[in-house]
C-alpha cells in the first residue's frame, strides 16, 4: 500500500493464486475470500482500488477465474464494495468471446481495461478482434478509465504502436 500510494496508484491488481492439489478447495477458497476483503478493506483506507483479472487457462493453466462470470461470483461472494474486475481484452477473447456485450453489460464493475490481439497477444490490428468497433462501444459506455496495453509487439516497439495513431486522432 505504501509502495502505490508514493507512486500515486489508485489501482492494484492482485492475482488470485493457482489453484494447489495439496490444500482442500474449500479451504483455498475460504483463504482467498478472507485476503480479499481485508486487501479491500486496507486499500480502501487509502483511497485505492483493489482488481481482480480472470485469465485464461491456456495460457496459465490453473488460475480458478477464467471468465468474467467466474470474477463477479468472486466479488459477490467478498461482498466488498471496493473489489473491481480488470478486464483483459485478450484473455476473455480466448475464454468467452462476445467482448461488446460483456463490457457494456459490466461496465459498472469495471474499473481498468488491458488490451491484446488474439492471437499471439500481439498489438491491435494484428488478430481476430474488431478494435475500431470495440473501442467505439467501450467509449459509448462513458468508461472514462485508462486501457492498458498489454500486448507483445510482433515486430519492433515502435512499428507497435502504430496503430494508435487513428485513434488519437479523433
Not at 476483503?37 to 485464461?56: C, G, H, K, T, Y
Request: contains cysteine; glycine residues 8%; hydrophobic residues 35%.
Amino acid at each position: 500500500i505504501e509502495y502505490a500510494k508514493e507512486l500515486d496508484c489508485r489501482l492494484v491488481n492482485v492475482f488470485v493464486g493457482l489453484e494447489r492439489r495439496d490444500v482442500p478447495t474449500e479451504r483455498a477458497h475460504q483463504v482467498l475470500l478472507d485476503n480479499l476483503r481485508f486487501a479491500a478493506s486496507a486499500l480502501q483506507a487509502d483511497d485505492i482500488r483493489l482488481l481482480i483479472e480472470p485469465v485464461n487457462n491456456q495460457d496459465l493453466p490453473g488460475y480458478p477465474i477464467s471468465r468474467t462470470q467466474d470474477a463477479l461470483k468472486l466479488m459477490t461472494e467478498v461482498g466488498h464494495p471496493n473489489l473491481w474486475l480488470e478486464y483483459d481484452i485478450y484473455h476473455q477473447q480466448i475464454t468467452e468471446g462476445n467482448l461488446t456485450k460483456t463490457i457494456t453489460d459490466n461496465i459498472g464493475r469495471i474499473a481498468h481495461i488491458q488490451l491484446a490481439d488474439n492471437p499471439g497477444r500481439h498489438e491491435p490490428g494484428s488478430g481476430e478482434i474488431n478494435f475500431a468497433n470495440l473501442l467505439q462501444r467501450i467509449e459509448e459506455t462513458g468508461y472514462s478509465g485508462w486501457i492498458g496495453c498489454e500486448y507483445k509487439p510482433a515486430g519492433t516497439t515502435e512499428d507497435g504502436l502504430g496503430w494508435i495513431e487513428r485513434y488519437m486522432r479523433g
